[in-house]
């Protein structure tokens, strides 16, 4: 099992940066494929980033594609995303995930492990 711990989010100003942090343990963090989702009040977790194993391929919501960068430091066992240029519409609980199998997908019940989450607030 690896356990998961966001941080790095907060109150925010539109057009400002963020960037948060996914901390794992209890495994090896390289054999995980890592997502961050999103979930806004009263709607659905949504996919935002992926990255594969070695960090060399990720994949991004287009709502978020140009202004998000999702990285990963396996010598730290820490998965960042990197939010720039943000809109009121991003404000949210952000939750990394961890997944053995399946690298680069979108949909949540393909991952295996969830932090706890960390709020990130946008305002106008």
């Known amino acids: 099992q690896v356990q998961l711990v966001e941080s790095g989010g907060g109150l925010v100003q539109a057009g400002g940066s963020l960037r948060l942090s996914c901390a794992a343990s209890g495994h090896t963090f390289s054999s995980y494929a890592m997502g961050w989702f999103r979930q806004a009040p009263g709607k659905e977790r949504e996919f935002v980033a992926a990255?594969?194993?070695?960090?060399?391929?990720?994949s991004y919501a287009d709502s978020v594609k140009g202004r998000f960068t999702i990285s990963r430091d396996n010598t730290k066992n820490t998965v960042y995303l990197q939010m720039n240029s943000l809109k009121p519409e991003d404000t949210a609980v952000y939750f990394c995930?961890?997944?053995?199998?399946?690298?680069?997908?979108?949909?949540?019940?393909?991952?295996?492990?969830w932090g706890q989450g960390t709020q990130v607030t946008v305002s106008s």
């Open positions: 995930a961890a997944t053995e199998k399946y690298a680069l997908n979108h949909y949540a019940y393909m991952y295996d492990f």
């Open positions: 990255i594969s194993y070695s960090g060399v391929g990720t």
